[in-house]
């Protein structure tokens, strides 16, 4: 029997109801990621790929439809599961990296473990490790506000694997960085896939960026166009 897809949407419709009318957002989307695969989530703006990307993550609910992590509906988990199950299993990288000021860059990255209540010296272990790995370690006593932007993006990253999740989530990570820094970001995203085995679903509009994943989804008008 093969393996479950480590991420699979059944027939996710999503309505918001606005005064005197439904605005229907997604209309049925189906698809899959495998373990270990990289996929890109593209469209126009307003064809749904962050409100498609909020429900993956269960940060917000399908009006109709089902979210499955690894085989397991997690759609209808009470909210307190659900928030335990997000912080343990689902990374999330913004277009803004959504740090706190007043805390450092390793106190960042440790935050996710402090708050599923690990051992604080495994979490500071843990986000060690990562910063080292991306490049940071010289960097983990400076406030985010004294590191630049694609440092504060690569925080933000080590910030979302620290919990060692099945799935990267990332919705625009480069948006917001010059072309150099966000081609950097990218890099070491795939290069996170290859030595983790990471999977990566990725929104962006960026056409050239999503050509380097293994495959491209595009959204159109709250369905999958190809």
């Given at each position: ?13 999503k ?6 009318y ?16 990289t ?7 307003g ?11 269960t ?29 343990r ?12 000021p ?12 402090l ?16 910063l ?21 993006q ?6 979302a ?26 890099d ?30 595009r ?8």
């Amino acid at each position: 029997m093969s393996e479950s897809p480590v991420l699979q949407a059944e027939e996710v419709r999503k309505v918001f109801h606005r005064e005197g009318y439904d605005l229907e957002v997604l209309k049925g989307i189906s698809l899959s990621l495998s373990r270990g695969e990289t996929a890109g989530v593209v469209g126009i703006s307003g064809a749904g790929k962050t409100t498609l990307l909020q429900i993956l993550g269960t940060l917000d609910r399908a009006t109709s439809g089902r979210v499955l992590y690894e085989g397991v509906d997690v759609t209808d988990l009470p909210p307190d599961e659900m928030a335990a199950f997000r912080n343990r299993s689902v990374g999330f990288v913004f277009q803004f990296h959504n740090l706190l000021p007043e805390f450092s860059v390793l106190e960042n990255v440790m935050l996710p473990c402090l708050i599923a209540q690990m051992d604080p010296e495994e979490a500071r272990r843990r986000a060690a490790a990562l910063l080292s790995e991306v490049g940071l370690s010289e960097r983990t006593s400076h406030r985010t506000g004294e590191i630049s932007g694609g440092e504060q993006q690569r925080t933000a990253i080590c910030r979302a694997l620290v919990m060692e999740p099945s799935v990267l989530l990332a919705d625009e990570p480069t948006g917001n960085l010059d072309r150099a820094t966000a081609s950097g970001v990218l890099d070491l995203l795939l290069e996170l896939n290859r030595s983790r085995g990471l999977s990566i679903l990725m929104v962006t509009h960026n056409d050239r960026m999503a050509s380097r994943l293994h495959r491209v989804i595009r959204i159109d008008d709250g369905r999958i166009a190809s």
